[in-house]
């Protein structure tokens, strides 16, 4: 769809020029003295450890940021190219717990990890594997082990990783190159995996992200670079100055991957909302949220790069709140562009717990975007006008020969709406939307089954996995 404006051209330059006066005269904190030393050596000023970065700079690594990349998957059929023409729609993220109606709320673990491992991998509507739950169960030295062995066996989309330290990501990549028996090289010419890396608005890169962006750029691989924006708490409260800190932190990361790799593959991101200024907590699929949504978007085509918008609900439970705000956020996402959506399904609590039947219903919403993002069928107008002339005034066309030959794929068919009347509704036990989803979610893991050549990777990283194991696995940085 043709991405939607609040704001004029020369007012998206405006807001650009600003966010490089941010950068240039008030600078970034980065705690990260490799970081800092690295910039420098491009042309920054520091003052201890806050960074200034000259215009020439960023428009240099916005010149050299491809514009355009593949996200390899170990099913080729599922290969995602992710340019500003791109519809790519992902799980939820960064879920520390996990909900479903027949245990409750709870820890994420690796039960749980798993099988939302094999509920995203059997609908085709979400392009990659999942991040979350957290599996608190796993210590954390070994957490990234497992969910790289459980996405790349139990799944055959493209892999997302947490960046959490040099030795974890390394680790990671091996894993990776020893599965999929990747050379070095072959590894490093495609992107084999993706993650996330968040500033700390306002106007802080720490250790974590700052070595997560540079790791991923030596290797290729992609970095979505994300800040958390919410206005009036970690953001101006204007729509305009949220979005300047945004763009400026998203600039700062920006920079320092292309000076670390020229070159390396990077999405532009935002996920700016508001705050709920009586409790402080987020909000998620407000106005506020779409129209940054809307003009992030715009800020991310003035520089010409891919991006990236995310949905969410800060709804406690699966329902009418919860529906809403998830689909206010992806409305808002499609109508600004955004070429990667995040968090499209199963957010709850502001992200702090992803949930079965919420991810069901969320996939409602999404595959329904996705039909209605197909391009409408053009037909011959001679037929449509004898379809027509073949019913009476006041008939009906359910039996036409135009409709008898359409009828079973003519519609969306709902994944869980239920369209009967109030009695049949009422005969076959009166559920509601979340119980239909219950349903749902048992039936996929029942019937799930394991992608073809799974049990052939598992085989060659189970003896990596183990050694990996007795080593001490790798502690995250802090």
């Known amino acids: 769809m043709t991405p939607q404006k609040i704001m004029t051209d020369d007012r998206v330059a405006a807001l650009h020029e600003t966010a490089l006066h941010v950068l240039e005269d008030l600078g970034i904190k980065i705690t990260h003295q490799g970081a800092r030393d690295l910039l420098v050596k491009n042309g920054a000023v520091i003052d201890g450890d806050m960074v200034r970065l000259g215009r ?50 709870r820890p994420g673990d690796a039960e749980s990890y798993t099988e939302m491992a094999k509920l995203v991998q059997s609908f085709d509507v979400l392009h ?10 796993i210590p954390l030295h070994e957490r990234h082990i497992f969910t790289n062995l459980i996405q790349m066996t139990y799944g055959d989309k493209p892999l997302g990783h947490y960046a959490r330290g040099q030795a974890q990501t390394d680790q990671n990549f091996e894993m990776i190159c020893h599965g999929l028996n990747l050379s070095d090289d072959a590894f490093k010419s495609n992107i084999w995996s993706s993650t996330v890396i968040n500033s700390n608005s306002p106007r802080l890169l720490d250790d974590t992200m700052a070595q997560g962006l540079m790791d991923y750029a030596r290797y290729q691989q992609l970095t979505i670079i994300t800040p958390f924006c919410l206005s009036g708490a970690m953001a101006p409260i204007t729509t305009e100055g949220a979005l300047v800190l945004s763009h400026a932190e998203a600039l700062a990361g920006i920079t320092l991957t292309q000076m670390t790799n020229a070159g390396a593959p990077i999405a532009y991101g935002s996920f700016s909302s508001n705050v709920d200024m009586k409790s402080g907590s ?59 959506i995040l968090h499209s399904t199963g957010w709850l609590e502001g992200g702090l717990t992803v949930g079965f039947e919420k991810t069901i219903t969320d996939l409602e919403q999404i595959q329904s975007m996705a039909e209605l993002c197909q391009k409408m069928e053009q037909v011959e107008l001679q037929s449509v006008f004898d379809d027509i002339a073949s019913v009476q005034p006041g008939g009906h066309f359910f039996d036409t020969a135009e409709t008898m030959a359409r009828f ?23 559920l509601t939307a979340e119980e239909r989803a219950t349903t749902i979610w048992q039936d996929c893991l029942e019937n799930y089954t394991r992608p073809q050549h799974s049990a052939e990777i598992e085989d060659r990283l189970m003896p990596l996995v183990d050694r990996l194991k007795s080593q001490g696995g790798a502690a995250p940085l802090t």
């Open 282 to 340: 987020p909000a998620f699929g407000t106005p506020e949220h779409v129209r940054l949504q809307i003009g992030a978007g715009q800020l991310a085509r003035h520089i010409g790069i891919p991006w990236r918008a995310a949905a969410g609900s800060a709804s406690n439970a699966t329902d009418a709140q919860g529906a809403a705000e998830n689909l206010m956020g992806i409305w808002g996402a499609i109508q600004a562009g955004a070429n990667i």
């Open 56 to 105: 020439e700079m960023v428009e240099d690594a916005i010149a050299t940021a491809p514009k355009s990349m593949v996200l390899k998957a170990i099913n080729p059929d599922r290969d995602l190219t992710l340019d500003q023409n791109s519809l790519i729609f992902t799980p939820s993220g960064g879920c520390p717990n996990v909900y479903d109606r027949l245990r409750g709320r």
């Open 128 to 137: 990659k594997m999942p991040v979350a739950p957290e599996p608190q169960d």
């Open 408 to 430: 079973a794929e003519a519609f969306y068919p709902p994944l869980v709406a239920d369209l009967s009347n109030h009695g049949t509704w009422q005969d076959h036990g009166g």
